[in-house]
């Protein structure tokens, strides 16, 4: 057990640090993005002043050539505004790739968080195979350890019967041989004594009886038709056979007396081979009228046995007892078929509230256990009455898939590990209960972690976005006259009577729409191991 949850750790651990290791890498990356952004930003902010500098010294040769006359003036205004507006249009460009890149960052960081979030789910399933695991693990161990502790009993009980038996054979020889060879009556005595004080502790079995000729005589059997089930009427047969005395020739003539309607049809379509051996036409009979399901399906049908709407707690349990022992076989020690019986029944009732009664209980025999949940069912009517069952449904919605995989496979985890303890030998000390709430406390912290990742890269998004909101690019043209564009020429389409960009040859740059923002996880609320929020 210990190597197993060493193991376990030990995964667990390297799961960790895979998900502390690829945390780093996430922060990195984001530190490298906004390193490159910010260096980019100032590379335009000195760009910005560059032509901040560039205006200042037209400014002061315009001051120079006011000598000139006003044709030329306004010549050379209106090439310094061409030339402003250039520098105006180039920088929107690099703001549109400004804007294409920090989208590309945000779906960098999108797609980052979808691994992160399947890597979170991949390592929900493998933790509960593994605490799945270590539960079947530790019933396999305790079935065996029952197991054995039948097969020793079992010994016990043949050895106990081995001596009796050589106590038996020694007594029938020594009153053999005194018949034989009487002899004086001293040796009767002894002999008398002998057989009184071994008579007290050891019975002689009634194979090593004598019989008895004035006894009464056989009657009558029942006849058998096929319109039954086959295996009782087979013990009651071999209870009379053995009554009797009858050989194999015997219960041969006496079973075929006995045939009726469907079995007797089925008698003449065998074969003489068949016809004329007891144990093969037993066997013949067996496989037609006996059970129609085989053991392996029995037992695998009794693991999902479930009461009817219309059966009686009564029926269900005499038909959990049925499929127990049909599908066990009577080579199996009565106490285990017993204890399976015990959990497939309380498994398989449909009401709850007296099978948990029953199950505190811990009943160690179907009958026990029957009789507890008819206990609780009778108190439950006199307290509270009738009353008719409310069945709880658990919903998921499904705009976050990852969220309800992950709630899905914990509800799914849950159950099957309340299936499983319910049919564990000891139901109240469960060392489990511990390991399942260190992983329980484990998961919580990897959602807090992935919840601070998140604000992290919500902070470093509001940062950029600040930073770009207050860089001096978006500067307002100061008014002036508006000159005359009828001559203008623009750079784009090369056409008269417009700039570049109030082109209308130009198709306007289509926007990415921004994926929606992905829902906060909810911390507060937890789901039980009903599926139910807490």
């Known amino acids: 057990m210990k190597k197993i949850q060493n ?15 690829i945390q780093h890498e996430f922060k990195h990356k984001i530190k490298e993005l906004q390193d490159a952004l910010e260096g980019e930003i100032e590379e335009k902010n000195e760009y910005a002043k560059l032509i901040d500098e560039t205006k200042q010294k037209y400014a002061m040769e315009s001051v120079a050539l006011q000598e000139f006359s006003q044709q030329e003036k306004e010549k050379l205004l209106i090439k310094v505004e061409q030339d402003k507006l250039e520098k105006l249009e180039e920088q929107k460009e690099h703001m549109d790739l400004l804007q294409i890149e920090r989208r590309e960052m945000k779906d960098l960081m999108e797609s980052l968080e979808k691994k992160f979030e399947s890597e979170k789910t991949v390592f929900m399933e493998k933790t509960n195979q ?31 019967e081995i001596k009796h038996l050589q106590m038996s054979k020694r007594v029938t020889e020594t009153i053999e041989q005194h018949e034989k060879n009487p002899k004086s009556s001293v040796q009767d005595s002894e002999t008398s004594k002998v057989i009184t004080g071994t008579s007290s502790s050891v019975q002689i079995p009634e194979q090593n009886k ?29 209870h009379f056979s053995n009554r009797y005395k009858w050989d194999s020739k015997q219960r041969l003539d006496r079973l075929i007396e006995c045939l009726r309607d469907k079995a007797l049809k089925f008698y003449s379509t065998r074969p003489l081979s068949v016809q004329n051996d007891f144990v093969l036409l037993s066997e013949k009979l067996n496989q037609r009228f006996g059970n129609k399901d085989l053991p392996y399906t029995i037992r695998r049908q009794l693991q999902e046995v479930r009461q009817n709407i219309d059966e009686t707690v009564e029926e269900f349990a005499e038909r959990v007892q049925e499929m127990a022992t049909d599908g066990y076989g009577p080579n199996t020690p009565e106490n285990v078929v017993e204890t399976i019986s015990v959990d497939a029944f309380l498994k398989g009732c449909s009401d709850k509230k007296a099978t948990l009664f029953a199950m505190e209980k811990n009943p160690t025999t179907l009958d026990n256990a029957l009789q507890c949940v008819k206990s609780s069912i009778h108190n439950q009517r006199i307290v509270l009455g ?40 000891d139901r109240r000390q469960t060392p489990s209960s511990d390991w399942q709430s260190s992983v329980e406390s484990r998961l919580k912290k990897t959602e807090q972690d992935i919840g601070n990742i998140k604000d992290d890269v919500s902070k470093i998004l509001m940062a950029v976005s600040r930073q770009s909101i207050g860089s001096p690019n978006r500067r307002s043209i100061s008014p002036g006259r508006s000159p005359d564009r009828s001559n203008d020429e623009c750079f784009r389409c090369h056409e008269k009577g417009h700039y570049a960009r109030n082109c209308p040859n130009t198709a306007a740059v289509a926007r990415v729409p921004r994926s929606p923002s992905p829902k906060p996880i909810e911390r507060d609320q937890h789901l039980n191991s009903q599926g139910l929020k807490t």
């Open 130 to 160: 593994l605490v799945i695991k270590l539960n079947e693990e530790r019933a396999t161990q305790a079935l065996t350890i029952e197991r054995e502790k039948v097969a020793r009993q079992k010994c016990g009980r043949l050895e106990e």
């Open 210 to 238: 004598q019989p008895n000729n004035s006894g009464p005589s056989p009657q009558r059997l029942p006849c058998y038709d096929g319109k039954t089930e086959w295996k009782p009427y087979y013990m009651q047969f071999i």
């Open 7 to 21: 193991n376990f750790d030990t995964r667990l651990l390297i799961a960790t640090q895979e998900k502390t290791t």
């Open 386 to 425: 009738k009353r008719q069952e409310v069945v709880k449904r658990v919903h998921f919605d499904s705009d976050n898939d990852s969220e309800t995989e992950s709630s899905e496979l914990a509800v799914r985890a849950l159950n099957r590990y309340d299936r499983r303890s319910s049919t564990s030998y």
